[in-house]
């Protein structure tokens, strides 16, 4: 299946005024976005998830690599059009209060987007009714203030306002941590019922693993602007090869408590800093597995097969310790009747 966003090399380094230096937020991403695909950004808060989602939008610039969408070099279509790609790419923001205007009323906030397309009165009125039924909220909502609305009522307005384009690709950035955990399993179930209604592919940001968990079909695991592991949603999940991404599905609280894992995998220490990256490995001064050879070069990305992928020589070591597996089944079992919205389709059922 051929991509519908690919990043290679994506880059993306922030100079720090008047010293000569650079935060490197984002070094070296790569990946792939199928049509109607959800892939999970996951890491841990400062890993340079939602500077992917930004040079992705155009919201930032990058500092080397390229961002290819359907199949033609996003970079240079913004250059010769800043105005060819409205509404293709669209997001949906964390904090949903913040996201819209409190002085304009709903209708005037979902069809906002619109209104850049140069699109008529009477087509936007009828795709704002589209959008409005797409979210499952009332039409009476479209002449209230966000302030009238619960969290969850405003970022299905988030949602609305974003797919009322009909993007091809949402990058959802930490949708749900705003919410409670009523309001997160309506959007989660939401979002899961949108895709298989339009095909939507999505670029799911969280540091939330058991969201994530169910919601996507890839994941890829970042750490300090890496990307250090990545793979099909079950593989990466019940049988990790990163000791960062064993440490994170380690460091999960389960609803259950009679939910036990096999092992735990701790990473002590601080997290380097992103201005003085460390030679080698950057989970080096972390890392229980770490060995000297960790420390002289960054390992290059390991083939397992099946899509899998991983930076870490010691993969093998981390296979045989850890033992999520039975246990991230078992909750998402849990979480699927609680849902009753079952997990992501196949992406087969998607085209």
Not at 39 to 65: D, M, P, W, Y
Not at 189 to 207: C, D, G, P, V
Not at 238 to 264: F, Q
Not at 275 to 299: H, N, T, Y
């Amino acid at each position: 299946m051929t991509p519908l966003l690919r990043l290679r090399g994506l880059t993306k380094h922030f100079p720090i005024a008047g010293s000569g230096r650079v935060v490197q937020a984002v070094n070296g991403v790569s990946l792939d976005i199928a049509p109607g695909e959800t892939l999970g950004l996951v890491g841990e808060s400062g890993s340079g998830k939602t500077t992917v989602g930004r040079c992705i939008l155009g919201l930032t610039g990058i500092s080397a690599g390229g961002i290819e969408f359907e199949g033609a070099d996003l970079l240079e279509a913004r250059r010769r059009d800043p105005r060819s790609l409205r509404g293709r790419i669209q997001i949906v923001f964390q904090e949903p209060a913040d996201a819209l205007d409190p002085r304009l009323r709903i209708a005037a906030s979902v069809e906002e987007p619109l209104l850049a397309l140069g699109i008529g009165a009477e087509e936007r009125r009828r795709r704002v009714a589209e959008a409005m039924d797409l979210v499952r909220l009332s039409p009476h909502l479209l002449r209230l203030y966000p302030m009238e609305l619960s969290a969850g009522q405003q970022q299905r307005v988030g949602i609305a306002r974003a797919m009322i384009t009909r993007p091809k690709l949402l990058v959802l950035d930490e949708p749900t941590s705003a919410l409670d955990p009523t309001a997160r399993a309506d959007i989660i179930a939401l979002l899961m019922q949108i895709q298989r209604e339009l095909n939507t592919a999505y670029l799911f940001i969280s540091h939330d693993l058991s969201t994530v968990r169910f919601v996507s079909h890839r994941i890829a695991v970042m750490y300090l602007g890496m990307i250090v592991e990545q793979g099909d949603a079950a593989t990466v999940f019940a049988e990790p090869r990163h000791p960062y991404s064993a440490g994170l599905l380690s460091s999960v609280l389960l609803p259950n408590p009679h939910l036990r894992r096999a092992t735990r995998i701790s990473l002590a220490g601080e997290i380097p800093s992103p201005i003085d990256l460390p030679p080698g490995c950057f989970l080096a001064s972390r890392c229980p597995f770490v060995v000297e050879a960790c420390r002289a070069a960054m390992p290059p990305a390991e083939a397992l097969g099946g899509g899998h992928l991983v930076h870490c020589i010691r993969h093998g070591e981390v296979a045989k310790a850890e033992r999520a597996a039975d246990t991230f089944d078992r909750f998402q079992q849990e979480a699927e009747r609680i849902l009753s919205v079952g997990a992501p389709a196949p992406l087969a059922q998607h085209g």
